[in-house]
């Protein structure tokens, strides 16, 4: 039976429906729908064709490949920094099932923008782990730091004992000495290197985490009834 298009259903944008889904909390249909759709297409596709395998195979690895072209921190705000840190063993981690892969890059790119947001807290600490776990494998770095620390204070300590507020000319000329004394301090310790790796880490593991985590309900905004 074939169902003529109702003239008077409303023609909602993308957009505006997704907006929609994330303020009431059941964003996740979206992903469900599209792992779905993706399985019923393979479904189709292998009882039809016996190449389906090597083109499962080919299209997986074009979604890996568009991980590279991600930029996970497109819809981030501050204001995803200012929640509550999600649990890390429920949430974050979750169980074995909270993983898929994604069916297409398309999937990927809408899950690594909203588990960003979602966990973006739990991303910062990872990131500073991952920093601390680099400077405890590079001492000098770490020595470096402590040191770039250290200058910075005792400028502070010494430009309110000494009140060079008053003196601007003389105050600015050792903020660039200080600063040119940070940057060779950082240099020659090493202390680039230590947040690179720890840079690349944190970005590889949010891309996996993000694109592979499936998308769970979100806490849904609490009704308020009328007196």
Avoid at 13 to 41: K, M, N, V
Wanted: charged letters at 15%; aromatic letters at 14%.
């Amino acid at each position: 039976m074939v169902f003529s298009s109702n003239p008077f259903a409303l023609s909602v944008p993308e957009p505006a429906f997704e907006s929609w889904l994330r303020d009431t909390g059941y964003l996740e249909i979206i992903d469900q729908r599209t792992t779905a759709a993706a399985e019923a297409t393979t479904a189709v596709n292998s009882n039809s064709s016996p190449l389906v395998p090597v083109t499962s195979i080919s299209f997986r690895l074009l979604t890996l490949l568009s991980f590279v072209t991600l930029n996970p921190f497109a819809k981030l705000t501050a204001d995803d920094f200012t929640g509550d840190t999600p649990s890390w063993s429920r949430s974050f981690v979750g169980s074995p099932s909270s993983y898929s892969f994604p069916s297409n890059p398309s999937q990927a790119r809408f899950r690594v923008h909203e588990n960003v947001k979602r966990y973006a807290r739990n991303y910062a600490y990872l990131f500073v782990v991952f920093f601390a776990s680099s400077l405890y494998k590079m001492p000098l770095a770490l020595v470096g730091l402590i040191s770039c620390l250290a200058l910075w204070d005792f400028f502070k300590f010494f430009s309110e004992r000494w009140g060079l507020d008053q003196y601007p000319v003389i105050r600015q000329c050792l903020l660039r000495i200080a600063q040119l004394a940070t940057a060779v301090i950082l240099i020659f310790s090493n202390v680039q290197m230590a947040l690179f790796c720890a840079i690349s880490v944190s970005y590889a593991g949010v891309i996996l985490h993000a694109a592979f985590r499936k998308l769970t309900p979100a806490r849904r905004p609490s009704l308020v009834r009328g007196g």
